[in-house]
């Protein structure tokens, strides 16, 4: 069965209005943002956004680029916001408000977070399942085990020693 073509996928919408719009709006912030030509010079702005635009969709390989990047910063921008989101039930709140979190918790829930959203990464890209059947039952999966453990150890010793190390009197 064929994919049905919207006005939102058609080729001419997807791969010339769509960036034309893009860049024209980026150049225009950019322009007015920094004021190269001089304050109050939106008309000089809107001018340059629209040939550096236009210039930009002529040529195929950078318009092919900025097609291809887009939809991957889109999706690192929501799992960025998604991130911020979380991380901010955990360690938001002012210290008027009455519990205030430690610095460490924040850290290791930012951290447990951090590892949460990566999965979730992975899960949603499909990857997830390759990684966990190579570690969980692939060739030399006890290997790697070990050596995890080893490591947890070492790491464990080392944090101990270090902790251990600050309360000592002289």
């Given amino acids: 069965m064929a994919a049905e073509e919207t006005v939102l996928t058609s080729g001419i ?7 034309f719009l893009l860049l024209f709006t980026v150049f225009f912030a950019v322009l ?12 000089i702005n809107a001018i340059v956004s629209l040939v550096l635009a236009l210039i930009f969709v002529a040529f195929s390989y950078a318009k092919g680029i900025i097609v291809k990047l887009v939809p991957f910063t889109a999706v690192m921008i929501i799992i960025i916001l ?15 408000e ?13 951290i447990i977070i951090g590892i949460s959203m990566i999965i979730a990464i992975m899960w949603a ?24 453990l080893f490591a947890a ?6 944090v101990v020693v270090i902790a251990s190390g600050g309360k000592s009197k002289s």
């Avoid at 919408?13 to 960036?19: G, K, T, Y």
């Avoid at 998604?82 to 360690?91: K, N, P, Q, T």
Wanted: aromatic letters at 12%.
């Fill in 82 to 96: 998604i991130f911020m989101l979380l991380y901010g039930f955990v360690a938001g709140g002012k210290e008027k």
């Fill in 13 to 19: 919408f997807a791969e010339l209005i769509l960036p």
């Fill in 153 to 158: 150890i070492i790491i464990g010793a080392m």
């Fill in 125 to 148: 890209t499909g990857t997830w399942d390759t990684i966990y059947n190579s570690i969980i039952s692939g060739a030399g999966a006890g290997k790697i085990w070990a050596n995890v």
């Fill in 98 to 110: 009455g519990f205030v979190m430690p610095k460490g918790l924040k850290i290791t829930f930012g």
């Fill in 32 to 43: 007015d943002k920094s004021k190269i030509f001089g304050e109050g010079k939106r008309q």
